[in-house]
């Protein structure tokens, strides 16, 4: 998500940085304080930033570096008609209050001449230690010391968009801590017009139309499109009369960047021709708490068919998992514009996951894989891609040509092998009770 935001505002990861992905800590190098503060408005992974005065692996490398920083830079901060206060933030371990007092008494070298107030200081300064990521061993001494100059901080963005308040929700709607990042991920940034073609109530676009995009959204199941039929929300048997994706996005203020959402079968084409959309941001099903489903002739499932509530009669048939990602990589590489992202959800089952049956085409490239655990033999990665190459029509069915498509075939079975799990864990469990 960081990176992201950084190459759409124009700052990178250092050099350092790179060596130590597991810190809690990174190091970046952005050119500005606006850039900074406009980064964190956005980021839900970030808790704050903060401008780095000095770092180094031990006390005494610190306040080598602190001595170095050039003190024009500092001074703005320092003065004596100005309020401060310094915080202590360890890493996987916990200080007395008189640990922490000394740490800040060695400071006293840095020419503060302004007063302490701990209550409502103008400048906030943070001594950061990393102590490591495992709880059982924790070191005597920090591996790394940082100290610099609050600048920002936000998590107000998560519980604003809760699902838990929100108007019209369904079995499967998007966490919005996720559905941020998704839309972080997809660099949406104002004007853009973002796609998701599996919408659902629209939980997805809600996260764009915060960041000023123009949304809009398909879906094959007519009932959650016009917010008829059974509830999700518990105590609740039916959806009210203003329970749709339009309702949600004006309880946030944001009706005015919905486009619409249409009735429609992913796997069949109702867009003309062009590159449309700047992101396409989506969760297809897996077939575990929604079905996995397209339209299909007469011939094809004559047994499979379903009434809809206006007695129009169509005809599903099962969308297996491999045709779901092979089609949406064709419809992104068709239909995104150059440098367009698509972000979505991919289900692994862990013991047969190898980086191999990621679904790849010769106009995307694959930008992140972010693994989210589901079970202890199951996950989903966010995968990110980007397009850059236009799309021909030759390169439609690329993903035949290098044998990508037989090895995610395996996942069609993604649901079956999920429920083994689960109920191999219950037999598990149920043995366990009886001893």
């Given at each position: 998500?960081?990176?992201?935001?950084?190459?759409?505002?124009?700052?990178?990861?250092?050099?350092?940085?790179?060596?130590?992905?597991?810190?809690?800590?990174?190091?970046?190098?952005?050119?500005?304080?606006?850039?900074?503060?406009?980064?964190?408005?956005?980021?839900?992974?970030?808790?704050?930033?903060?401008?780095?005065?000095?770092?180094?692996?031990?006390?005494?490398?610190?306040?080598?570096?602190?001595?170095?920083?050039?003190?024009?830079?500092?001074?703005?901060?320092?003065?004596?008609?100005?309020?401060?206060?310094?915080?202590?933030?360890?890493?996987?371990?916990?200080?007395?209050?008189?640990?922490?007092?000394?740490?800040?008494?060695?400071?006293?070298?840095?020419?503060?001449?302004?007063?302490?107030?701990?209550?409502?200081?103008?400048?906030?300064?943070?001594?950061?230690?990393?102590?490591?990521?495992?709880?059982?061993?924790?070191?005597?001494?920090?591996?790394?010391?940082?100290?610099?100059?609050?600048?920002?901080?936000?998590?107000?963005?998560?519980?604003?968009?809760?699902?838990?308040?929100?108007?019209?929700?369904?079995?499967?709607?998007?966490?919005?801590?996720?559905?941020?990042?998704?839309?972080?991920?997809?660099?949406?940034?104002?004007?853009?017009?973002?796609?998701?073609?599996?919408?659902?109530?629209?939980?997805?676009?809600?996260?764009?139309?915060?960041?000023?995009?123009?949304?809009?959204?398909?879906?094959?199941?007519?009932?959650?499109?016009?917010?008829?039929?059974?509830?999700?929300?518990?105590?609740?048997?039916?959806?009210?009369?203003?329970?749709?994706?339009?309702?949600?996005?004006?309880?946030?203020?944001?009706?005015?960047?919905?486009?619409?959402?249409?009735?429609?079968?992913?796997?069949?084409?109702?867009?003309?021709?062009?590159?449309?959309?700047?992101?396409?941001?989506?969760?297809?099903?897996?077939?575990?708490?929604?079905?996995?489903?397209?339209?299909?002739?007469?011939?094809?499932?004559?047994?499979?068919?379903?009434?809809?509530?206006?007695n129009q009669i169509f005809v599903s048939s099962n969308y297996h998992?491999?045709?779901?990602?092979?089609?949406?990589?064709?419809?992104?590489?068709?239909?995104?514009?150059?440098?367009?992202?698509?972000?979505?959800?991919?289900?692994?089952?862990?013991?047969?996951?190898?980086e191999e049956i990621i679904p790849r085409h010769l106009c995307l490239?694959?930008?992140?894989?972010?693994?989210?655990?589901?079970?202890?033999?199951?996950?989903?990665?966010?995968?990110?891609?980007?397009?850059?190459?236009?799309?021909?029509?030759?390169?439609?069915?690329?993903?035949?040509?290098?044998?990508?498509?037989?090895?995610?075939?395996?996942?069609?079975?993604?649901?079956?092998?999920?429920?083994?799990?689960?109920?191999?864990?219950?037999?598990?469990?149920?043995?366990?009770?009886?001893?």
């Amino acid at each position: 998500e960081i990176t992201s935001l950084l190459s759409l505002c124009g700052g990178q990861f250092s050099g350092e940085q790179e060596i130590s992905v597991n810190s809690p800590f990174w190091i970046l190098n952005i050119p500005s304080e606006e850039m900074a503060r406009g980064l964190m408005k956005r980021t839900v992974c970030a808790k704050s930033i903060f401008e780095l005065w000095g770092h180094g692996g031990s006390a005494g490398e610190l306040y080598a570096s602190l001595k170095n920083y050039p003190m024009d830079k500092m001074l703005p901060y320092l003065q004596s008609n100005s309020t401060y206060k310094v915080h202590i933030h360890t890493f996987n371990k916990t200080l007395t209050q008189a640990q922490k007092i000394k740490k800040i008494d060695a400071l006293e070298f840095l020419p503060f001449k302004g007063k302490v107030n701990l209550k409502n200081p103008e400048h906030i300064f943070w001594i950061l230690e990393d102590y490591g990521m495992n709880p059982n061993n924790v070191p005597e001494e920090p591996f790394h010391l940082y100290f610099g100059r609050w600048v920002h901080g936000q998590r107000e963005l998560i519980e604003s968009y809760s699902v838990k308040k929100r108007h019209f929700i369904g079995n499967t709607s998007m966490d919005a801590c996720l559905s941020f990042i998704m839309a972080n991920h997809g660099r949406v940034k104002p004007n853009d017009v973002v796609y998701d073609p599996f919408v659902g109530t629209g939980g997805l676009l809600i996260s764009s139309a915060h960041f000023g995009a123009y949304v809009c959204g398909t879906d094959i199941d007519y009932n959650t499109i016009h917010g008829l039929g059974k509830a999700s929300r518990k105590n609740q048997k039916w959806r009210g009369p203003d329970e749709n994706i339009r309702a949600n996005l004006r309880q946030y203020g944001l009706e005015k960047y919905y486009l619409d959402a249409l009735v429609a079968d992913s796997s069949r084409p109702i867009w003309r021709k062009g590159m449309l959309f700047d992101a396409i941001i989506t969760d297809p099903p897996y077939g575990i708490r929604e079905a996995t489903r397209k339209t299909g002739s007469q011939k094809e499932t004559v047994k499979s068919v379903e009434r809809s509530t206006e007695n129009q009669i169509f005809v599903s048939s099962n969308y297996h998992l491999s045709d779901i990602f092979f089609d949406l990589l064709k419809f992104a590489a068709e239909y995104l514009v150059m440098g367009g992202r698509l972000v979505y959800w991919l289900p692994i089952y862990k013991p047969e996951y190898t980086e191999e049956i990621i679904p790849r085409h010769l106009c995307l490239k694959l930008i992140s894989n972010c693994e989210q655990m589901l079970s202890s033999h199951t996950s989903r990665r966010l995968i990110t891609m980007e397009k850059v190459k236009e799309f021909k029509d030759q390169d439609e069915n690329s993903y035949l040509l290098d044998g990508q498509y037989l090895p995610y075939r395996g996942h069609n079975s993604f649901r079956e092998k999920y429920f083994s799990g689960v109920t191999k864990r219950i037999a598990k469990e149920e043995k366990d009770n009886q001893k």
